[in-house]
């Protein structure tokens, strides 16, 4: 196997520190002394490609509080975010699986300096689907003197972009095992994460898809593995989107047909490569509409696009997933659509949990864009 994948790159008394606040809303940045060799972190969910997004800044003290003696893989940055991690975060542990003297070595992670370095359960499970225990875990967050440092190249980057050819291939990093009663259809929710932004009248199709035989999931409460296994077994799979479809990212190639219905402008931009690299029957419904949203951005004087709600024809959606999977689902009626949508923009303005971190301006504003939407007084007054 070893012939077909980049080996790794070996590098010798080196340094590696903390991150850094980062230079710019896209970029990273560390504290390391690599010699000749550059760290790097490979993003690629911009227009522009693949591109180095890591600011690489040499240590100014010569000292080294701490010392790893033995030889360690560079896992590169944590990132406190199961999405990010999940994209772009794990994606140098291959070299585990392909070279045997590696198998047992310790990954170290940059974390904030001074930051704790508890191991979040979803981060353990993450590791573990990676053939990686958590006691082979080491979170640097102060200047580290590492006698012998490995790095091995990305595998796959944010955006679904592989550098490594067959890369897909590699996945399942460890065994996955399939349930015994698995469901052959999923629906994989966001209604529990609704402050977070998810599309409106998801809790009414969440409601019909259950209804016709889907297992609803909520990731946010499952173990990651039990995610990865429920995927690897099922024959179609509906997705609202956000960070749960980055569950596909320890799966390898699957059977399933895959069904996402959006929420922000993009959604195929951030998932299609993703989605192609996984499953050769895949489907994005875009949103409509991003104008259902709390959060406005001062900079540019429009909603922030950070926690939006995507709008949709809900009819629309019923329709198309039938197409494309072959069901049979009823559509559900326009008065039932209409009650659900108007329901969630209520939530969405007077959700104190919603909104409790927005200054009463940027509330206002983001309220007065959206009487202002043609799409939303339709929704509201029109039908």
Known sequence: MEKFYPTPKHLTQVRIGPLLPPTAGNRLACIADTGNFKLTHIRADGLHGPHDALDVIKPLESHCPSRIERAAIYGGPYLNHFGHMAAEGIHRLWCRKVFPDLQDLPVIFQIAEGENPAVEDWFRSMLSLCGVPDSQLIFVNCLTHVDQLIVPQQGRVLGGEQLIQDYTKLFPLSPIHIPPHAKNNLYISRSRQFIKGTYLGEKLVESVLSQNGFEVVYPEMSEVRH????????????????????????????????????????????????????????????????????????????????????????????????????LNIPVVSPAETHAAQVNDILRIIFDPSAIEDISDIKLGKAVRFMSKSSIIQNIIIKR
């Open 227 to 326: 995610v990865v296994e429920k995927l690897t077994a099922a024959e179609l799979v509906v997705f609202s989107e956000g960070s749960g479809i980055h569950n596909l990212e320890f799966c390898g190639h699957i059977s399933a047909k895959i069904f996402v219905i959006g929420r922000r402008f993009g959604t195929k931009r951030r998932f299609a490569r993703l989605l192609d690299s996984v499953t050769s029957q895949w489907h994005i419904v875009p949103a409509v509409s991003n104008d259902a949203t709390v959060h406005w951005d001062d900079n540019s004087g429009n909603p922030s696009s950070r926690q939006v709600y995507g709008i949709h024809d809900i009819q629309e959606i019923i329709r198309e997933l039938n197409n494309f999977a072959g």
